[in-house]
């Protein structure tokens, strides 16, 4: 299917690039203009930065602001699609565009770059945009668009109707009406369905839903994911401390939200960045060389603690067999019950930390006595020596119980002080498990060598 959309894209840049050499500026923009809006972000990308600069001069504001709407692409490349125009040039692009992607463009650019384009702009969009910049990263005021429709409850349907018509093409979303008193204060929210299905001489706060949701400005962007998967918003309102309707946060930008925090999980878990699935060799190398040296340096550290029991291993030499299978199974179960913990704080859970960590426990009981029953029967069938069976056994059920317990209590410690859990990731939290699991073994094993020494 992607090589499928990959040709396509090639093709219709193709077509496209040739109407553009041939003169066929009117044929072009039909053309472009039939794309799907995703699209037309696509094949703009594509095209050669020579036959863009033909392309936006014979484009109109509108135009040019769906498709850098919907470039998906790096904040920075965009800013360098921006700046192959005039500055007065990028400036309309940006008033026309969505404030959210505007606020998004202009904080990924340098402070000298975004005075240029503010003192470009009229003085009422700068004040808007600045609000947004304002906003910390990551939160529902840095996500939010401020083009929505708000209505007072004293309107009647059909004049409602009336202004969603106007506006419905520059508002980020026209599914949702939001009902404001005199104050501007949300109080409720009328469906276009609800819209469609009343008398048009209705007042709107006959068909008003006051039992409204909603987020503050302030709150977490993964909180407001949370919202909007629980209740199946299209969009959700975004208020002050004094419920203001500040703007909304649609649908598609919650879906970008859910992609980069799984990417952050993936990349936390396997301690390297997995955004840029297009890097070359050479620089994913280059990215993954740092933690991997962190990682072998930290492994050193087991292969010292290994050293401190040389005395055991001497005299009962067998030991070292069982070293890779307890470290190895010991730091799998400690990344198991890492990722289910990263998932749990991520997915915002009622639960206690608690009862979830007595969950844990349990399940890490049950895990253990299985891993240390199936070790004790092979090594007893492999070797004949019940007591080795039983050390081995025994440090397996161990290892596999703290290496559970340590694994979800990092993250647990770093979600209570409200640090984000993905930042653990699963090669340091596997290595930390086998110091751990060494220990024990090689403490069981030192304190019963004596009964199964030369048995």
Same mark, same amino acid.
């Given at each position: 299917?992607?090589?499928?959309?990959?040709?396509?894209?090639?093709?219709?840049?193709?077509?496209?690039?040739?109407?553009?050499?041939?003169?066929?500026?009117?044929?072009?923009?039909?053309?472009?203009?039939?794309?799907?809006?995703?699209?037309?972000?696509?094949?703009?990308?594509?095209?050669?930065?020579?036959?863009?600069?033909?392309? $936006?001069?014979?484009?109109?504001?509108?135009?040019?602001?769906?498709?850098? !709407?919907?470039?998906?692409?790096?904040?920075?490349?965009?800013?360098?699609?921006?700046?192959?125009?005039?500055?007065?040039?990028?400036? !309309?692009?940006?008033?026309?565009?969505?404030?959210?992607?505007?606020? !998004?463009?202009?904080?990924?650019?340098?402070?000298?770059?975004?005075?240029?384009?503010?003192?470009?702009?009229?003085?009422?969009?700068?004040?808007?945009?600045?609000?947004?910049?304002?906003?910390?990263?990551? &939160?529902?005021?840095?996500?939010?668009?401020?083009?929505?429709?708000?209505?007072?409850?004293?309107?009647?349907?059909?004049?409602?109707?009336?202004?969603?018509?106007?506006? %419905?093409?520059? %508002?980020?979303?026209?599914?949702?009406?939001?009902? *404001?008193?005199?104050?501007?204060?949300?109080?409720?929210?009328?469906? /276009?369905?609800?819209?469609?299905?009343?008398? !048009?001489?209705? &007042?709107?706060?006959?068909?008003?839903?006051?039992?409204?949701?909603? *987020?503050? %400005?302030?709150?977490?962007?993964?909180?407001?994911?949370?919202?909007?998967?629980?209740?199946?918003?299209?969009?959700?309102?975004?208020?002050?401390?004094?419920?203001?309707?500040?703007?909304?946060? &649609?649908?598609?930008?919650?879906?970008?939200?859910?992609?980069?925090?799984?990417?952050?999980?993936?990349?936390?878990?396997?301690?390297?960045?997995?955004?840029?699935?297009?890097?070359?060799?050479?620089?994913?190398?280059?990215?993954?060389?740092? $933690?991997?040296?962190?990682?072998?340096?930290?492994?050193?550290?087991? &292969?010292? /603690?290994?050293?401190?029991?040389?005395?055991?291993?001497?005299?009962?030499?067998?030991?070292?067999?069982?070293?890779?299978?307890?470290?190895?199974?010991?730091?799998?179960?400690?990344?198991?019950?890492?990722?289910?913990?990263?998932?749990?704080?991520?997915?915002?859970?009622?639960?206690?930390?608690?009862?979830?960590?007595?969950?844990?426990?349990?399940?890490?009981?049950?895990?253990?006595?299985?891993?240390?029953?199936?070790?004790? %029967?092979?090594?007893?069938? $492999?070797?004949?020596?019940?007591?080795?069976?039983?050390?081995?056994?025994?440090?397996?059920?161990?290892?596999?119980?703290?290496?559970?317990?340590?694994?979800?209590?990092?993250?647990?410690?770093?979600?209570?002080?409200?640090?984000?859990?993905?930042?653990?990731?699963?090669?340091?939290?596997?290595?930390?498990?086998?110091?751990?699991?060494?220990?024990?073994?090689?403490?069981?094993?030192?304190?019963?060598?004596?009964?199964?020494?030369?048995?």
């Amino acid at each position: 299917m992607e090589q499928d959309n990959d040709q396509q894209l090639k093709e219709t840049v193709h077509d496209l690039v040739n109407l553009i050499n041939s003169g066929q500026d009117d044929e072009f923009m039909n053309r472009f203009t039939n794309l799907h809006d995703f699209e037309k972000g696509q094949v703009y990308a594509a095209m050669p930065e020579n036959i863009r600069e033909v392309a $936006w001069r014979i484009m109109d504001d509108e135009t040019l602001a769906t498709i850098f !709407d919907n470039l998906e692409v790096d904040p920075e490349e965009i800013v360098e699609l921006l700046e192959e125009m005039p500055a007065q040039k990028g400036a !309309d692009i940006l008033v026309a565009m969505f404030a959210d992607n505007e606020a !998004d463009l202009l904080q990924a650019m340098p402070a000298r770059k975004v005075a240029n384009y503010l003192a470009l702009m009229p003085a009422d969009e700068v004040k808007e945009v600045k609000q947004l910049i304002n906003y910390d990263d990551e &939160t529902a005021g840095a996500l939010m668009a401020t083009e929505y429709l708000a209505v007072k409850k004293s309107e009647k349907v059909k004049d409602v109707l009336i202004q969603v018509k106007k506006q %419905a093409e520059e %508002a980020e979303s026209i599914i949702y009406v939001y009902v *404001v008193d005199e104050e501007h204060r949300l109080i409720g929210v009328v469906s /276009l369905r609800d819209l469609l299905t009343h008398p !048009d001489d209705m &007042t709107i706060d006959s068909i008003t839903n006051t039992r409204v949701i909603s *987020v503050k %400005a302030d709150s977490d962007q993964k909180d407001v994911a949370q919202v909007v998967a629980d209740y199946n918003f299209f969009s959700v309102p975004v208020i002050d401390d004094e419920k203001h309707l500040l703007g909304i946060i &649609t649908v598609d930008d919650i879906v970008d939200v859910i992609d980069e925090e799984a990417v952050g999980d993936y990349s936390g878990l396997a301690a390297v960045d997995v955004s840029d699935t297009d890097d070359s060799a050479w620089h994913s190398a280059v990215k993954r060389i740092p $933690w991997l040296l962190t990682l072998l340096v930290l492994g050193l550290a087991s &292969t010292v /603690l290994v050293g401190l029991f040389e005395h055991t291993i001497r005299q009962a030499p067998i030991l070292a067999a069982f070293i890779t299978i307890i470290a190895g199974t010991a730091g799998n179960a400690g990344t198991q019950s890492l990722a289910l913990a990263i998932r749990h704080f991520g997915n915002g859970s009622d639960r206690s930390g608690f009862k979830n960590l007595l969950s844990e426990f349990i399940s890490a009981i049950v895990l253990a006595v299985i891993g240390g029953v199936v070790l004790y %029967a092979v090594t007893l069938f $492999w070797q004949g020596n019940q007591s080795l069976a039983m050390a081995v056994g025994l440090s397996l059920a161990l290892s596999i119980l703290a290496s559970s317990v340590l694994a979800h209590l990092v993250p647990a410690l770093l979600n209570r002080v409200n640090v984000d859990p993905a930042i653990v990731n699963g090669p340091l939290v596997a290595t930390v498990c086998d110091w751990a699991s060494i220990l024990i073994y090689f403490s069981i094993a030192t304190a019963m060598l004596s009964q199964f020494v030369g048995k």
